[in-house]
């Protein structure tokens, strides 16, 4: 597992997972207008994302959507979890 934070607003998230991609369920968990649809969710995570950083976020798949989040310094690997 690495460790992960997402910075969208306010603290940064540290979530721990096993690819960059578990932004989304880290985020999801936080976030106050999550959609429960995972298609609906990650374009709503892309809007907000895109509006936070301005910007252009892609929603077409989750690997585009994370690029575009290391791209503009929303999400970092912060450290290799030991275990």
């Keep these: ?10 603290e940064p998230i540290e979530f721990e997972s096993d690819s960059p991609e ?17 298609g609906a969710w990650l374009r709503t995570a892309a809007s907000a994302a895109c509006d936070w950083s301005g910007k252009p976020m892609r929603c077409d798949s989750v690997s585009h959507l994370t690029a575009d989040m290391i791209s503009a310094g929303m999400l970092e690997e912060v450290s290799d979890v030991q275990g």
């Design 22 to 38: 578990g932004f989304l369920d880290a985020w999801k968990k936080l976030y106050f207008m999550a959609d429960r649809e995972p």
């Design 1 to 10: 597992m690495t460790k992960y934070s997402l910075n969208v607003g306010g």
